[in-house]
C-alpha cells in the first residue's frame, strides 16, 4: 500500500515537473512579444509625446499584463525614488527582482539592458534608433525562441510522464 | 522463487519505457540523447539479469553442496 501511495506521487511529481518546463518553454516567445509590443510603445511615446521617462514607464506598466508590466511598474517606482541612481541602475534593479519570475532568459536580459544603458542619455533620434536595433535583435530571439518551443513543448511532457514512470518500474 | 515473474514484468516494462522515450526523442531530433537512453536503459536490464543469473549459480552451487 505505501509502495503504490509512494510511487502514485513520484509520477505525478514527474509530470508536474514536465508540464512546468514545457510552460516554461511555451511563455517565452509570448513573453519576448510582450516585450517587442512594450518597446514598440515606448518608441512612440519617445517619437511622439513628451513626457519623461517614469511616466511613460507607469504608462506602460497599465497597458502591459503580468510579468512585462511588472518589469515597468518597478522601474516606475525606482525611477520615482530620485535617489541619485542612474536611470541604468533603475531599470537594472527592477528586472534583478522580475526577471527570475519570467521565463525569459540571459538574450533578452543583455538586449533590454543595452537599450536601458541609452534610454534618456541622448537625443530623441538616437534613441529611437537604439529602439529599432533592440527590437529587430528581440524578433530574432523570438523567432529562435518559437522554434524551441515547436521542438521542446511536447517533449518535455511526455518525458515527464515517461521518465515518473520508468523510475516506479526500476524502484518498485 | 517470489521474484521469478516480478522481475520478468519489470524488465519488460523498462524495456516499453525506454522504447516510447527513444521514439519520443528522435521524434524531437534528439537522436544522440535517445542513444543514450537506450544505452542506460540496456545497462540497468543487463545489471539485473546479472544479479539474477548469480543467484541461479548460488543455488546450484547449495543445492550440489559446493561449500567452499
Same mark, same amino acid.
Given at each position: 500500500? +505505501?509502495?503504490?501511495?509512494?510511487?502514485?506521487?513520484?509520477?505525478?511529481?514527474?509530470?508536474?515537473? *514536465?508540464?512546468?518546463?514545457?510552460?516554461?518553454?511555451?511563455?517565452?516567445?509570448?513573453?519576448?512579444?510582450?516585450?517587442?509590443?512594450?518597446?514598440? &510603445?515606448?518608441?512612440?511615446?519617445?517619437? =511622439? !509625446?513628451?513626457?519623461? &521617462?517614469?511616466?511613460?514607464?507607469?504608462?506602460?506598466?497599465?497597458?502591459?499584463?503580468?510579468?512585462?508590466?511588472?518589469?515597468?511598474?518597478?522601474? =516606475?517606482?525606482?525611477?520615482?525614488?530620485?535617489? *541619485?541612481?542612474?536611470? =541604468?541602475?533603475?531599470?537594472?534593479?527592477?528586472?534583478?527582482?522580475?526577471?527570475?519570475?519570467?521565463?525569459?532568459? *540571459?538574450?533578452?536580459?543583455?538586449?533590454? +539592458?543595452? &537599450?536601458?544603458?541609452?534610454?534618456?542619455?541622448?537625443?530623441?533620434?538616437?534613441?529611437?534608433?537604439?529602439?529599432?536595433?533592440?527590437?529587430?535583435? &528581440?524578433?530574432?530571439?523570438?523567432?529562435?525562441?518559437?522554434?524551441?518551443?515547436?521542438?521542446?513543448?511536447?517533449?518535455?511532457?511526455?518525458? !515527464?510522464? +515517461?521518465? *515518473?514512470?520508468?523510475?516506479?518500474? +526500476?524502484?518498485? | 522463487?517470489?521474484?521469478?515473474?516480478?522481475?520478468?514484468?519489470? %524488465?519488460?516494462?523498462?524495456?516499453? %519505457?525506454?522504447?516510447?522515450?527513444?521514439?519520443?526523442?528522435?521524434?524531437?531530433?534528439?537522436?544522440?540523447?535517445? @542513444?543514450?537512453?537506450?544505452?542506460?536503459?540496456?545497462? %540497468?536490464?543487463?545489471?539485473?539479469?546479472?544479479?539474477?543469473?548469480?543467484?541461479? $549459480?548460488?543455488? %546450484?552451487?547449495?543445492?550440489?553442496? $559446493? @561449500?567452499?
Amino acid at each position: 500500500m +505505501l509502495k503504490l501511495v509512494g510511487s502514485f506521487i513520484t509520477v505525478l511529481t514527474s509530470t508536474w515537473l *514536465g508540464f512546468h518546463l514545457a510552460m516554461q518553454v511555451r511563455q517565452r516567445p509570448k513573453q519576448i512579444r510582450q516585450l517587442l509590443t512594450a518597446f514598440s &510603445l515606448l518608441r512612440s511615446e519617445i517619437q =511622439y !509625446g513628451n513626457r519623461p &521617462l517614469f511616466e511613460i514607464c507607469k504608462l506602460i506598466s497599465v497597458r502591459e499584463i503580468d510579468k512585462i508590466a511588472d518589469i515597468f511598474r518597478f522601474s =516606475y517606482e525606482e525611477l520615482q525614488k530620485n535617489e *541619485g541612481d542612474t536611470t =541604468y541602475h533603475c531599470f537594472h534593479k527592477a528586472i534583478r527582482q522580475v526577471w527570475g519570475q519570467t521565463s525569459l532568459k *540571459g538574450t533578452e536580459k543583455e538586449i533590454f +539592458l543595452d &537599450l536601458c544603458s541609452v534610454l534618456g542619455r541622448s537625443d530623441r533620434l538616437d534613441q529611437i534608433q537604439h529602439i529599432d536595433r533592440a527590437k529587430e535583435q &528581440l524578433q530574432v530571439v523570438e523567432e529562435k525562441a518559437r522554434l524551441e518551443q515547436e521542438q521542446y513543448e511536447k517533449m518535455f511532457r511526455t518525458m !515527464g510522464v +515517461l521518465g *515518473g514512470v520508468l523510475v516506479v518500474i +526500476l524502484l518498485y | 522463487m517470489p521474484y521469478n515473474v516480478d522481475a520478468v514484468f519489470q %524488465i519488460a516494462g523498462i524495456g516499453i %519505457i525506454v522504447a516510447m522515450i527513444h521514439t519520443i526523442l528522435k521524434q524531437m531530433g534528439k537522436e544522440d540523447w535517445a @542513444h543514450w537512453v537506450t544505452l542506460i536503459g540496456f545497462i %540497468i536490464v543487463l545489471f539485473m539479469v546479472a544479479m539474477l543469473i548469480r543467484d541461479l $549459480f548460488q543455488t %546450484i552451487k547449495n543445492v550440489f553442496l $559446493f @561449500h567452499s
